[in-house]
């Protein structure tokens, strides 16, 4: 333990953020990292408890507790108190591949499950693990090392998401040559296309995928695995396939004038703006300048959506959440270390709220029917309010229309931001893997082999929308399970 009593004598202090009213003139990322002194003092709050609940990753009320990849925090917390920056990179990336990742995007599972925050407030883990690696590719210690045996075995991994690229990762350092094949004209899969660049900088992807292009990961971009190359000629080819393609297919919103022109999927709205800021020549983008903008969801990748729209310039932007409002602090049902269940205000929403004056969301309600003008664009959305009543037979609850309560909002562009259904029915059919009822691919409990020979599955096409934590967790085991089957025996970790 670093310092005993770093956690009474020290508060917590987060990295400082850009102000919203000068973030939304671009899209950059707009955390301000403190300096080493500061983030020393800060990891100095970790308490080395007897039991860690911050690298449990366990399941509590369905929700993960403590980081799903199981990731030695107390241990790289203490040696970056002590400035051995060196040594806490190599405890770091012992279980994660991907930390430039993570301690962008996660909602940071171990921060809630943080003993120091059962009373206080818990120590800044995700900044901690973001100091860590920077400093790691600021220093050098992050140059490619390629393996030094090569075993002849192949693999292919289809989909280079953050649970295709963890098993990449993993398959190469063992010897295995992998290629990855990515539909899109850039590895990165979600990561790249549905995280928008203020979250997650896309030459922070292109940093790594040169790093596992020089250790020897071939990746072949704009390949439609299942259309441009089938699954018989991959599996061929290869010793051994992982589907990794990820939950892509958007849950849509079936309301009455849904064909109004206007409306768009989240995650396509997203990935085209990237597409555009990547490359200015890129025309076929969707710009929410002047346009009165309604986001459908609550979630992640709704926030994202807000975010975006502000930048680009919208003249209002609304959120439905179906939803009641969450607390502000836990309630007595949620203790401590389940993950706190209260209301979270993202930087898109405090965009909204400096911009607008007031907060985006508007809670138990949805989309009763689009109305379109003559000419076919939308102009209008008709919303109802909820209402949410207990089944005391069953113990769920059940959502129902108020009646009465319909309301119109002017509206010219809609995201849908409503969740995700599954996997691509063209990929899982060309495979020939069996599906379980919640669309994801069949394995057996605690497996990752399909009931096609020689495939296995990883990631969100595996276990269902969820955190890029679980993906690479998913990944890292799907090439455990591959290796073990090409070798009689796995030393991956």
């Known amino acids: 333990?670093?310092?005993?009593?770093?956690?009474?004598?020290?508060?917590?202090?987060?990295?400082?953020?850009?102000?919203?009213?000068?973030r939304i003139q671009n899209f950059d990322e707009f955390h301000v990292p403190m300096s080493e002194e500061e983030r020393q003092t800060q990891a100095a709050r970790c308490m080395d408890c007897g039991v860690?609940?911050?690298q449990s990753g366990m399941m509590i009320g369905g929700m993960a507790s403590g980081c799903p990849l199981n990731n030695l925090c107390p241990?790289?917390?203490?040696?970056?108190?002590?400035?051995?920056?060196?040594?806490?990179?190599?405890?770091?990336?012992?279980?994660?591949?991907?930390p430039e990742f993570t301690s962008r995007v996660c909602p940071a599972p171990c921060e809630a499950a943080c003993t120091c925050g059962l009373n206080d407030t818990p120590v800044t883990i995700k900044e901690n693990e973001n100091a860590i690696i920077e400093y790691g590719y600021e220093h050098g210690l992050m140059e490619p090392k390629p393996p030094k045996v090569r075993t002849g075995k192949s693999v292919a991994v289809v989909g280079s998401g953050p649970a295709g690229l963890a098993a990449a990762d993993q398959l190469n350092r063992r010897g295995h040559s992998v290629t990855v094949y990515e539909r899109e004209d850039h590895p990165g899969g979600l990561l790249m296309y549905g995280i928008p660049n203020m979250k997650l900088d896309k030459s922070v992807i292109e940093r790594k995928i040169k790093v596992m292009e020089a250790e020897g990961v071939d990746f072949q971009v704009n390949v439609n695995v299942g259309t441009d190359i089938k699954a018989e000629e991959l599996c061929q080819r290869y010793d051994r396939v992982i589907l990794a393609c990820g939950a892509s297919r958007p849950r849509d919103i079936k309301a009455p004038g849904r064909?109004?022109?206007?409306?768009?999927?989240?995650?396509?709205?997203?990935?085209?703006?990237?597409k555009h800021l990547r490359d200015p020549q890129y025309t076929d983008y969707i710009s929410a300048k002047g346009k009165n903008v309604l986001v459908i969801g609550g979630g992640d990748t709704g926030n994202d959506c807000v975010g975006s729209s502000i930048r680009q310039g919208a003249k209002s932007v609304v959120q439905l959440e179906?939803?009641?409002?969450?607390?502000?602090?836990?309630?007595?049902?949620?203790?401590?270390?389940?993950?706190?269940?209260?209301?979270?205000?993202d930087y898109g929403q405090q965009e909204a709220i400096a911009v607008f004056g007031s907060d985006?969301?508007?809670?138990?309600?949805?989309?009763?029917?689009?109305?379109?003008?003559?000419?076919?664009?939308?102009?209008?959305?008709?919303?109802?309010?909820?209402?949410?009543?207990?089944d005391e037979k069953t113990g769920r609850m059940n959502m129902s229309e108020i009646p009465g309560?319909?309301?119109?909002?002017?509206?010219?562009?809609?995201?849908?931001?409503?969740?995700?259904?599954?996997?691509?029915?063209?990929?899982?059919?060309?495979?020939?893997?069996?599906?379980?009822?919640?669309?994801?691919?069949?394995?057996?409990?605690?497996?990752?082999?399909?009931?096609?020979?020689?495939?296995?599955?990883?990631?969100?096409?595996?276990?269902?929308?969820?955190?890029?934590?679980?993906?690479?967790?998913?990944?890292?085991?799907?090439?455990?399970?591959?290796?073990?089957?090409?070798?009689?025996?796995?030393?991956?970790?």
């Open 259 to 274: 064909e109004a022109k206007g409306i768009y999927f989240a995650v396509d709205y997203l990935k085209r703006v990237t």
């Open 360 to 390: 985006p969301r508007i809670y138990e309600t949805t989309v009763k029917e689009f109305i379109a003008d003559d000419k076919g664009n939308l102009k209008q959305v008709k919303g109802v309010k909820l209402s949410w009543t207990k």
């Open 322 to 345: 179906m939803m009641p409002k969450p607390p502000v602090e836990r309630s007595e049902n949620n203790p401590w270390p389940e993950w706190p269940k209260v209301l979270k205000t």
């Open 75 to 98: 241990e790289w917390n203490e040696l970056l108190y002590i400035g051995s920056y060196e040594q806490a990179l190599g405890r770091l990336l012992k279980t994660n591949n991907f």
């Open 52 to 54: 860690p609940f911050c």
């Open 1 to 22: 333990m670093g310092k005993p009593t770093g956690f009474i004598e020290y508060e917590r202090q987060g990295n400082e953020e850009i102000g919203p009213q000068e």
């Open 405 to 493: 309560s319909e309301y119109v909002m002017d509206i010219d562009l809609v995201f849908i931001a409503a969740g995700f259904l599954g996997s691509e029915e063209y990929v899982t059919k060309d495979f020939g893997v069996k599906m379980t009822d919640r669309t994801n691919v069949e394995t057996k409990e605690g497996e990752y082999r399909t009931s096609s020979k020689n495939v296995f599955t990883a990631g969100d096409m595996h276990r269902g929308q969820s955190l890029v934590v679980w993906a690479i967790r998913e990944g890292r085991e799907a090439a455990r399970a591959v290796d073990q089957d090409l070798m009689g025996y796995t030393n991956l970790n």
